[in-house]
Structure formats: C-alpha cells, structure tokens
C-alpha cells in the first residue's frame, strides 16, 4: 500500500503494534515526501523511535472531523483532564480508576461540571475510557471497563503508555488567547504577504485532501486562482502520493481517489445509503430542471420539494433498496439522506431551501432496465435487509 496513504488512514503507526507499516513508511519517507507534507500541506511528520505520526490539520473546519466515537463536550473535556494527567506521569506508571476519576474531577472544576453519580455522565467517563484505551494512550493491567457505567466503584488498574505527549497538536504560535475554531481557520491574518502565500498554497491542498469538495463563489477568490494557475503542479504531486485525478470546474474542484488508494470516508461506498444517494443524484441529474430554480449561478430547491423527491425516488426504486430503508419513516429517510448529502458537500441548507452543488452531478447511479423482475428479487433476503450479490453491485458509476 502507498505508505503516504497509509499515514492519512492511521492516526498513527505505534512501532510496537505495528512494526511492519512502521519500518516501512520511515523507509519511504525520503526528502521527496517530507517535502511535500511540510512545504505543500504545512502538515508536520513525527518520526521517532515509538511512532511515526502526521499530524493532518484541515483548512477548515467540519462536523465529522471530531472524534466520532464521542457524543457530547463533555467527552472532549474529560479527554483533556486526562492528557493533563497523564502529562505528568512517567511512562509505565500505573494508577487506579478512582485516582484518575477524582483528579479529573479537579483538573475540571472550573471549566465543566461533572458529578460521576450521574449515569450520563459516567457513560460519558467510559466513552472517553474506551477511546483512550483503543488509541493507544492507556492500557488495562487489570480489571475491565465492562458494566462500569453501572458500578463506578469496580476499581481498574491502569498503565500510561507514554504515547499521549503526542497526541495533541504542537502548534507554531501562540493559541491561548483563541476562542473558537474560527481563530484557526483565519489565522493567516497575523502573518507576512509572503506567510501568507504558502498558507494558500497549504490550504488549497489541504482543501483538496481533506474535504469532499472545494467550493468557491469568485473568479477572483485567491485559492481558486492559484489553484487554476498551478493546477499541473498540484495534480502531480497529489497523483504521486495519493493515486486519483483531479478535476476542476468553474467554481468547484474535486480529487477523485482510486479504488487502490482509498483513505478516510469515501462517497460512493458498499453502503445501502450510498447507493440510495448516488440513486437519488441520478434522478436529480434527469430531473433538476424541473424541481430547481436559478439564483445567480446558484441551483435551489424548496426544502419541502426535495423532501418529497426524496420519498418518491425511494418509492420508485423500492424494489431494489434494502428493507431495512424501505421501513423508514419518511422523516427518517429524508434525515439521512440530508445529513449524508450535506457532509459530502453535495447540497447546502440555507433557510428554506437546498443549494444544489456540483458534487450532486459528480456521481450517480442507476439500475439496469430489468432489475425489478422476478429472476433478480427472487434472491432478496427481506429478514436482514440485504441483496443478492447480483444486486449489491446495481449502481453504475457516472463520472463527469
């Protein structure tokens, strides 16, 4: 596997897990690629005798770039109180559950209230428990996290790995007086001309890299200028390390990974919901110009229409759709279609209506002709909710 893929997939590659894609990428990461992560994507590359880490920083923002096994702030903040713990622990230290619960309890105090006596905020404790031990920060010499949201007085005898001085960020200036996530995002403005110009460079790569798609409203807007101006030097070097084609638009970009390099999250996936989606975009591509009007350069659509357009192109393609997604509500339905649409950037809620993106006509789907007949449902297995593997393959792909 291409070892720079191999760095985007992992958070990182711990040498006594993982010693063979360890050896590997130290030996791959040449002058050539240390170059491009630094120089390109302003990312930096941590090789030292326990891991090799990249740590991947996007251009923006996003809502699925959190920890997705988390399910509220306070996850977050109980993840802090550790690595503030355990700062100040030597690696191999061993320590008990109840001294960890009642130090983070403290180190907290001032910022979240935590009362451990509430069920939800234990299930909370575990949840950051669980990530911490699978990530590699801790490890159980004994006991186990089973049922612990029931019973916080089960004690657990815990070992600080030594990983987690590297686990956040080691960022280049000074972060104390940021606020919001917004105060990284703009950044650029506390820096020189010529600063600036390789923050362009590394967030149109980033851009490229990180996100679905890349989205701009101007011909004059600086990051489609230089990436317009520079087009053949970027898809070189992404060719080089990531496989894929890049492909711009008037007022869109997109990296179009290969099946021999995926990494991350990919649209479309094996997934029923990818391939209602790609379904779905097929109709709109057939149909926009009836259900869209035009605003400017922009393609909208009444919340309300799309909602139904939703609902009868699973009702015209039933037949073929999981039974699972076939027993959803309607309102059910359309929160998943959306929320998945909306995190691949294929459309963009704004007040009442939907802004169609290009990505909406980047994919689609369709079935054959005859995929409703007897000889190709005979096989649909309606108690589990899959197809046959004729049918698991229905979605023919349309690039443009």
């Known amino acids: 596997m291409n070892e720079?893929?191999?760095?985007?997939?992992?958070?990182?590659?711990?040498?006594?897990?993982?010693?063979?894609?360890?050896?590997?990428?130290?030996?791959?990461?040449?002058?050539?690629?240390?170059?491009?992560?630094?120089?390109?994507?302003?990312?930096?590359?941590?090789?030292n005798s326990k891991l090799i880490k990249l740590e991947k920083i996007?251009?923006?923002?996003?809502?699925?770039?959190?920890?997705?096994?988390?399910?509220?702030?306070?996850?977050?903040?109980?993840?802090?109180?550790?690595?503030?713990?355990?700062?100040?622990?030597?690696?191999?230290?061993?320590?008990?559950?109840?001294?960890?619960?009642?130090?983070?309890?403290?180190?907290?105090?001032?910022?979240?209230?935590?009362?451990?006596?509430?069920?939800?905020?234990?299930?909370?404790?575990?949840?950051?428990?669980?990530?911490?031990q699978n990530i590699g920060l801790l490890k159980i010499a004994e006991g186990s996290l089973h049922n612990?949201?029931?019973?916080?007085?089960?004690?657990?005898?815990?070992?600080?790995?030594?990983?987690?001085?590297?686990?956040?960020?080691?960022?280049?200036?000074?972060?104390?007086?940021?606020?919001?996530?917004?105060?990284?995002?703009?950044?650029e403005m506390i820096y020189t001309d010529s600063e600036k110009g390789y923050m362009r460079t590394n967030r149109v790569y980033r851009r490229l890299?990180?996100?679905?798609?890349?989205?701009?409203?101007?011909?004059?807007?600086?990051?489609?200028?230089?990436?317009?101006?520079?087009?053949?030097?970027?898809?070189?070097?992404?060719?080089?390390?990531l496989g894929g084609r890049l492909d711009i638009h008037n007022k869109s970009a997109f990296y179009m990974v290969d099946d021999e390099n995926l990494f991350g999250d990919v649209h479309p996936s094996d997934g029923m919901l990818s391939g209602i989606v790609l379904l779905l975009c097929g109709e709109i591509r057939d149909n926009y110009m009836e259900i869209c009007t035009k605003n400017g350069d922009d393609l909208v659509v009444k919340q309300d229409a799309f909602h139904s357009f939703i609902c009868a192109c699973r009702k015209k393609y039933q037949d073929g759709i999981s039974k699972e997604y076939c027993d959803y509500t309607d309102e059910k339905l359309i929160i998943k279609i959306t929320d998945y649409m909306i995190k691949y950037k294929m459309i963009e809620s704004k007040n009442e209506d939907y802004i169609l993106r290009d990505g909406v006509?980047?994919?689609?789907?369709?079935?054959?002709e005859n995929f409703r007949s007897d000889e190709n449902n005979k096989n649909k297995e309606h108690g589990n909710g899959t197809l046959d593997n004729e049918q698991t393959g229905f979605c023919e792909f349309l690039g443009v």
């Open 4 to 47: 720079f893929i191999l760095l985007l997939k992992n958070f990182w590659i711990v040498r006594s897990e993982n010693a063979s894609d360890y050896v590997k990428i130290k030996h791959a990461a040449d002058s050539n690629m240390k170059n491009f992560i630094n120089g390109s994507l302003g990312w930096k590359l941590i090789i």
């Open 148 to 187: 612990i949201e029931n019973d916080l007085e089960k004690e657990i005898l815990y070992e600080n790995t030594g990983l987690s001085v590297y686990f956040s960020i080691h960022h280049d200036r000074d972060i104390s007086e940021y606020t919001s996530y917004h105060d990284f995002e703009n950044a």
């Open 209 to 241: 890299i990180a996100q679905p798609a890349m989205y701009w409203d101007s011909n004059l807007d600086a990051d489609s200028i230089y990436l317009k101006n520079q087009r053949n030097s970027i898809s070189n070097y992404l060719s080089k390390y």
């Open 58 to 132: 996007p251009a923006e923002a996003e809502p699925y770039m959190g920890i997705q096994e988390f399910q509220s702030p306070m996850d977050y903040c109980l993840l802090c109180a550790l690595l503030i713990y355990l700062s100040d622990m030597d690696e191999g230290s061993q320590f008990l559950l109840s001294e960890l619960t009642e130090i983070i309890e403290k180190i907290s105090a001032n910022t979240i209230e935590i009362d451990l006596n509430k069920y939800s905020d234990r299930k909370s404790l575990v949840r950051m428990l669980r990530f911490a």
């Open 361 to 368: 006509f980047k994919t689609a789907g369709k079935y054959p």
